[in-house]
């Protein structure tokens, strides 16, 4: 399985082996990762599971759909370049070592 680590806002590191084809909303929410809220489950109705993507990896993840381009504009944290949702970042072997951080604020 491919490992993601999850930068928490206070610098602390979560290493995960996350199934291919689950997304990393999910992935967090499962196993107890405070800063991914994802209120509406994986919807793209809430973007309360904002991160960003470390730059190395921003061009393997998925293409950013239409409806989640519109979303990151009412993320709490304020939208930066490398901003994604992670209820649409889907684990794939390309992604192994994947780096994410967590947006400082997502409610």
Same mark, same amino acid.
């Given at each position: 399985? /491919?490992k993601?680590?999850?930068?928490? =806002? ?6 995960? @082996?996350? /199934?291919?084809?689950?997304?990393? &909303? *999910?992935?967090a929410i ?31 993840? #998925? =293409? &950013? ?5 519109? &979303?990151? @504009?009412?993320?709490? &944290?304020? *939208?930066? /370049?490398? #901003?994604r ?15 994410? *951080?967590?947006? @400082?604020?997502?409610?």
């Open positions: 399985m /491919p993601v680590v999850f930068i928490n =806002p206070d610098q602390t590191h979560l290493e995960l @082996d996350i /199934p291919v084809g689950t997304s990393l &909303m *999910r992935a499962a196993n107890g990762i405070a800063g991914i809220v994802g209120d509406c489950g994986g919807g793209l109705t809430c973007a309360t599971c904002h991160v960003l993507v470390d730059e190395e990896f921003l061009a393997k993840t #998925s =293409p &950013m759909t239409h409806n989640e381009d519109q &979303m990151l @504009d009412f993320t709490a &944290m304020g *939208r930066q /370049p490398n #901003s949702l992670s209820c649409q970042l889907v684990m794939q072997d390309e992604l192994e070592g994947l780096t994410v *951080r967590i947006a @400082d604020h997502q409610v």
